[in-house]
């Protein structure tokens, strides 16, 4: 994993109240980087997931219609950004809806060396609590932008994956409760 993310990129990462991670694009898509708002969200420490692919926080979820998304948006550059609802679980193995952002980072040569991705606990999240996500979201991407291009990048896709606050927060109900019929190792 060759792949070093640029001190200013790395640092806004760091310092974000929003859960990110940044992932490169080979070696499976790993991890290279998360803050410490994903640690408090998923239990894992970054020594425990930087080189893995974040998957592993599906563990055996079926997750069919996430999984086409995310596949399509990393398999065709057509697509910018993703936005779905995912099955994961903390690492002591209890499970929550997690509201799942990606985007493309676009270098000037037009090779895309790295994904950026949110996450977002929205299990038992109230309109007012994803909205405020929502808001923190934007203005975390509206400051990245500058700070990807200080580094030849553009942060690809635009605000318009977020939005649809009640239906999500309906679809992470209904989620859980299958998650409540179903066993997980």
């Given at each position: 994993m060759n792949q070093i993310i640029?001190?200013h990129l790395s640092d806004y990462?760091?310092?974000s109240r929003v859960a990110l991670?940044?992932?490169?694009?080979?070696?499976?898509?790993?991890?290279?980087?998360?803050?410490?708002?994903?640690?408090?969200?998923?239990?894992?420490?970054?020594?425990?997931?930087?080189?893995?692919?974040?998957?592993?926080?599906?563990?055996?979820?079926?997750?069919?219609?996430?999984?086409?998304?995310?596949?399509?948006?990393?398999?065709?550059?057509?697509?910018?950004?993703?936005?779905?609802?995912?099955?994961?679980?903390?690492?002591?193995?209890?499970?929550?809806?997690?509201?799942?952002?990606?985007?493309?980072?676009?270098?000037?040569?037009?090779?895309?060396?790295?994904?950026?991705?949110?996450?977002?606990?929205?299990?038992?999240?109230?309109?007012?609590?994803?909205?405020?996500?929502?808001?923190?979201?934007?203005?975390?991407?509206?400051?990245?932008?500058?700070?990807?291009?200080?580094?030849?990048?553009?942060?690809?896709?635009?605000?318009?994956?977020?939005?649809?606050?009640?239906?999500?927060?309906?679809?992470?109900?209904?989620?859980?409760?299958?998650?409540?019929?179903?066993?997980?190792?």
């Open positions: 640029p001190r990462c760091r310092d991670a940044i992932a490169g694009v080979t070696d499976d898509h790993a991890l290279l980087t998360v803050n410490a708002p994903f640690e408090a969200l998923t239990g894992y420490t970054a020594a425990e997931v930087v080189g893995k692919n974040c998957r592993l926080l599906q563990r055996d979820a079926p997750n069919a219609e996430a999984r086409e998304r995310i596949h399509e948006f990393l398999g065709d550059d057509r697509h910018v950004n993703v936005r779905t609802p995912i099955v994961n679980f903390r690492k002591d193995g209890r499970p929550f809806v997690n509201l799942l952002y990606m985007s493309k980072l676009r270098a000037g040569d037009g090779s895309i060396p790295f994904i950026f991705a949110s996450q977002f606990d929205v299990s038992h999240a109230q309109p007012d609590m994803l909205a405020d996500y929502d808001r923190e979201l934007g203005l975390t991407l509206s400051r990245l932008t500058p700070l990807v291009a200080e580094s030849g990048m553009v942060l690809e896709g635009s605000l318009m994956t977020i939005g649809n606050t009640a239906a999500t927060i309906a679809q992470a109900k209904l989620t859980l409760a299958e998650l409540d019929d179903m066993r997980f190792p």
